[in-house]
């Protein structure tokens, strides 16, 4: 209990943890969102890590002193671009692995091919609104490696994600977290970050789960 109360305080205080961590470290601090934006998008055990809710802050962080938006931006949208890759390939080597057995109810061949059918038909637009959805921008592009996602095309809507997501958080935080409203109440901001992007994940499994 006490390590998840810790995670939420982070989640909740990211303005505060950054700007400590930036205040001792300097530089490294572009290495440090780096490695959590990569980690987030990358690696299918880590969707807990902060996403939207980091790169609004980092962009408030740049509309101070503390960092350099031209450079900011496209660092992490290497940083998410470079992830989504990685649990692409991860995926793409593990299906096969995973659904070899034929006597599993859920990982067995038949839905692998489902999978990749799926992909087929929808999986440009899953990869590219799934970036803005947490946890699901996580295990999109492992599915998408699974189902065998022409990997051009994945290459393609990933970039464009990557460009969109980033940009449009680190800006908003650039351009409006200086606000004084936004700075006194940036807890209150950082919940409405997570709820916002939770929301729509929650209505679609509300729909499915009680919507006949």
Do not use: C
């Not at 637009?125 to 999109?140: E, G, S």
């Amino acid at each position: 209990m006490e390590v998840i109360a810790q995670l939420v305080d982070v989640f909740l205080h990211l303005d505060r943890y950054l700007g400590v961590f930036l205040h001792d470290y300097g530089l490294w601090v572009y290495a440090l969102l780096f490695v959590i934006i990569f980690a987030e998008t990358g690696f299918v055990i880590t969707p807990f890590l902060p996403g939207d809710s980091l790169l609004f802050v980092a962009g408030t962080l740049a509309a101070g002193s503390g960092l350099e938006v031209q450079w900011l931006i496209p660092l992490l949208i290497a940083a998410s671009f470079g992830g989504d890759n990685a649990n692409y390939w991860i995926g793409h080597h593990l299906g096969p692995r995973v659904f070899r057995r034929n006597g599993s109810r859920l990982l067995n061949h038949e839905h692998l091919d489902r999978t990749h059918a799926f992909y087929e038909r929808h999986g440009g637009k899953t990869i590219l609104l799934a970036r803005f959805l947490p946890i699901l921008r996580t295990f999109a592009p492992f599915v998408a490696g699974i189902g065998h996602m022409p990997y051009a095309r994945f290459l393609a809507f990933s970039l464009t994600g990557s460009v969109l997501w980033i940009t449009l958080f680190v800006l908003a935080g650039y351009f409006f977290g200086h606000l004084p409203f936004v700075r006194q109440n940036l807890t209150l901001m950082m919940l409405g970050i997570i709820v916002v992007t939770l929301l729509p994940g929650g209505i679609a499994w509300l729909r499915h789960r009680f919507g006949h």
